[in-house]
Nanobody, 127 residues
Framework: QSQLVESGGGLVQPGGSLRLTCAAS????????IGWFRQAPGKEREGVSC????????YDADSVEGRFTISRDNAKNTVYLQMNSLKPEDTATYYC????????????????????WGQGTQVTVSS
């Protein structure tokens, strides 16, 4: 069974950091463009950061550029999202997704595409 599992979410104070992990099982992540998305209550899901199959191309949303860093370790079949300088507006459920199509990181984040999606991990930024 193919699945993605996110972990690493939690409660953090403004200015703090978290690292999210997306682990795949049942399929090989190196054949997929990977993205992190988030959805806050009452808001649409948005693309946060996406990375190409070999990691050479990355797209970050304006709202997180300079604060969040996506990376992948294809040998471990895992993708990470390092989140620094967190703000209350970063509070959301974070999902990872994998797209096997001929999409760029930019396109994946903007169209929110993906054949596989995780169940999400909650990130709450609050004092």
């Amino acid at each position: 069974q193919s699945q993605l599992v996110e972990s690493g979410g939690g409660l953090v104070q403004p200015g703090g950091s978290l690292r999210l992990t997306c682990a795949a099982s049942g399929f090989t992540l190196e054949n997929y463009v990977i993205g992190w998305f988030r959805q806050a209550p009452g808001k649409e899901r948005e693309g946060v950061s996406c990375i190409s199959k070999r990691g050479y191309n990355i797209y970050d949303a304006d709202s997180v550029e300079g604060r969040f860093t996506i990376s992948r370790d294809n040998a471990k079949n895992t993708v990470y999202l390092q989140m620094n300088s967190l703000k209350p507006e970063d509070t959301a459920t974070y999902y990872c997704a994998a797209d096997a199509g001929l999409v760029t990181a930019h396109t994946m984040c903007r169209t929110k595409s993906g054949q596989h999606w995780g169940q999400g991990t909650q990130v709450t930024v609050s004092s």
